[in-house]
Nanobody
Framework: QVQLVESGGGLVQVGDSLRLACAGSGHTLSSYAIGWFRQAQGQEREFVAA????????YYGDSVKGRFTISGDNAKSTVYLQMNNLRAEDTATYYC????????????????WGQGTRVTVSS
């Protein structure tokens, strides 16, 4: 069974950058497509980004396009989310998960969610 652990969250200011990491154990993440989602307090979980199993294709939510970049390091079995030009509305807990089926943007198709890492963007 795959276990995912997110890290890299923190408190930053508007315009700053952060890099989140999603580290996998149990099975190498290169065997899976991985997605990042976020959930702000009182809101539904929102798709952020995903990377295909091969790493050749990436997907982004409209609100992060041009600012966030997803990438993978197979040797480290880790998927990264580089977040630039952060905004106050990016404040949320960020989760990674393994995509099993369906549309990349739909949380229902994902399994093995991590515990999340909190990102707070202060204005």
């Amino acid at each position: 069974q795959v276990q995912l652990v997110e890290s890299g969250g923190g408190l930053v200011q508007v315009g700053d950058s952060l890099r989140l990491a999603c580290a996998g154990s149990g099975h190498t993440l290169s065997s899976y497509a991985i997605g990042w989602f976020r959930q702000a307090q009182g809101q539904e979980r929102e798709f952020v980004a995903a990377i295909s199993r091969s790493g050749a294709t990436t997907y982004y939510g409209d609100s992060v396009k041009g600012r966030f970049t997803i990438s993978g390091d197979n040797a480290k079995s880790t998927v990264y989310l580089q977040m630039n030009n952060l905004r106050a509305e990016d404040t949320a807990t960020y989760y990674c998960a393994v995509r099993y089926y369906g549309d990349y943007t739909e949380a229902l198709g994902y399994r093995y969610w991590g515990q999340g890492t909190r990102v707070t963007v202060s204005s």
